[in-house]
């Protein structure tokens, strides 16, 4: 007999779930609970009293991340997945049409029937990082934008851009200080980033990144975390026809992170340089050459992190046994 699960369709206001049985509509148990902490508890204790302990929630902009990390505190499976995967998923089960209700008992049947990507391991402290993160390079991108258009700007204008850079530039510099002392302050994170920024071309602000975007990182599997970065390639075959192997989907913002450190682990680390050159020595191009780099890359970060864990969980269990 196939488990109840719960689906929530998430807005800024409200929280519709949905307990499903089986793919009839009619069993469906629903109920609209506001998105706001004090009201998390009731979507606790309604998911107890129906012994659900598997809950999917689709990305809506943020507004997803407070329940999914309330429920995952509280030992229930939170899992979040990509809006056009549950789309997708909803019109191969008939549902074309789109509402609330429907869009909650979609993503309940889908976490009865699927597999489902890695459930979510960020703590508060992460989401804030993340929100810092994203607040970073979302600067970064808008110095880029305005040194382009200095380029083509007039003297008085070109005086305008330039002050408006060295703001900007001021507010990433302050950023940057405010996410190095939110990582001092969570012991946890200060922890994961000492064994993230051993790795040649891993610094500060990549670990960080990492850290952030990828909160699963050390928990789940090397296959899981590069298919949940966008970073595993995929089969395009058909018969006798033989496609090329391509990246889809998966963690833009975490990809780019990536990007340069790789780079930098081309030129500081003989090994990462030996597998880049063997890469193009069978004529592959060089970006995909660097792409199976970043790959390599965040694959023995969370090699590393997982061997971090576990010590922290032996040596936890070891002081309890002790005492």
Not at 94 to 102: E, H, M, Q, S, V
Not at 164 to 188: A, G, P, Q, Y
Request: hydrophobic share 40%.
């Amino acid at each position: 007999m196939t488990k109840k699960a719960m689906g929530i369709d998430v807005d800024s206001k409200n929280l519709v779930c949905c307990i499903v049985v089986d793919e009839d509509k009619s069993n469906a148990i629903w109920k609209t609970v506001k998105n706001r902490e004090k009201d998390f508890c009731e979507i606790r204790n309604y998911l107890r009293s129906h012994k659900v302990s598997r809950v999917l929630l689709e990305a809506s902009g943020g507004y997803e991340q407070k329940i999914a990390i309330y429920l995952s505190a509280h030992k229930i499976s939170a899992y979040v997945v990509n809006p056009r995967q549950a789309r997708d998923f909803a019109r191969g089960i008939g549902l074309n049409y789109k509402n609330d209700k429907i869009d909650a008992f979609a993503l309940g049947r889908m976490a009865q029937v699927m597999k489902l990507p890695p459930a979510t391991h960020a703590s508060p402290n992460q989401l804030k990082l993340k929100k810092l993160v994203v607040r970073r390079n979302q600067i970064k991108e808008n110095i880029v934008v305005e040194r382009n258009r200095k380029r083509l700007a007039d003297d008085e204008a070109a005086e305008s851009i330039l002050r408006h850079i060295k703001f900007l530039e001021e507010e990433v510099e302050d950023i940057e200080k405010k996410i190095n002392t939110l990582i001092r302050s969570d012991k946890v994170m200060e922890a994961k980033k000492k064994v993230l920024v051993k790795f040649k071309g891993i610094g500060d602000v990549t670990a960080a990144a990492m850290l952030a975007l990828i909160p699963e990182l050390g928990y789940i599997s090397n296959k899981e975390v590069s298919s949940l970065v966008g970073l595993a390639p995929m089969d395009n075959d058909s018969g006798i026809l033989k496609g090329k192997r391509t990246i889809s989907g998966g963690r833009a913002h975490a990809r780019k992170a990536l990007y340069m450190p790789a780079w930098v682990a081309v030129l500081r680390d003989p090994g990462m340089k030996i597998v880049y050159e063997r890469h193009i020595n069978k004529g592959k191009k060089k970006k995909v050459a660097i792409v199976a780099i970043m790959r390599k890359l965040l694959i023995r970060a969370n090699a590393a992190l997982r061997a971090h864990i576990e010590t922290q969980e032996k040596n936890l269990v070891t002081r309890k046994g002790e005492k």
